[in-house]
């Protein structure tokens, strides 16, 4: 089975957003967070958070249930507030800090294979 992850290029060259650092210290609320990654990241993460098909840039977004186990809270969180140049990431910032604590509880608690 082939995995797809950031290229670790994009994690050394990439800053961490300030709010970043903020976010990784609340605690998050697996079940809340489900609902925003419902409405926020499934149609291109996929249910299962393994990624989907859907790719407008040609590359297959990430599986989260490896790549939120290998990245720093606040450097993954940084994707989610900022997006990934080159990629379909796009920016989500516009949600609340909760939300996003949430929805990162919500990645980390998704089965790894």
Request: charged share 20%; glycine share 8%.
């Amino acid at each position: 089975m082939t995995r797809y992850v950031v290229p670790f290029v994009l994690i050394a060259c990439h800053n961490v957003n300030p709010r970043a650092n903020t976010i990784a210290e609340l605690e998050g609320d697996a079940l809340a967070g489900q609902l925003t990654y419902e409405v926020a990241c499934q149609e291109c993460h996929g249910e299962d958070g393994r990624g989907t098909d859907r790719s407008l840039h040609g590359n297959k977004p990430v599986d989260f249930t490896t790549a939120a186990h290998y990245y720093r809270a606040p450097v993954f969180i940084t994707f989610i507030l900022d997006g990934v140049d080159g990629t379909d990431m796009e920016p989500w910032g516009q949600l609340q800090d909760q939300e996003i604590a949430d929805v990162y509880a919500h990645i980390l608690a998704l089965p790894v294979e």
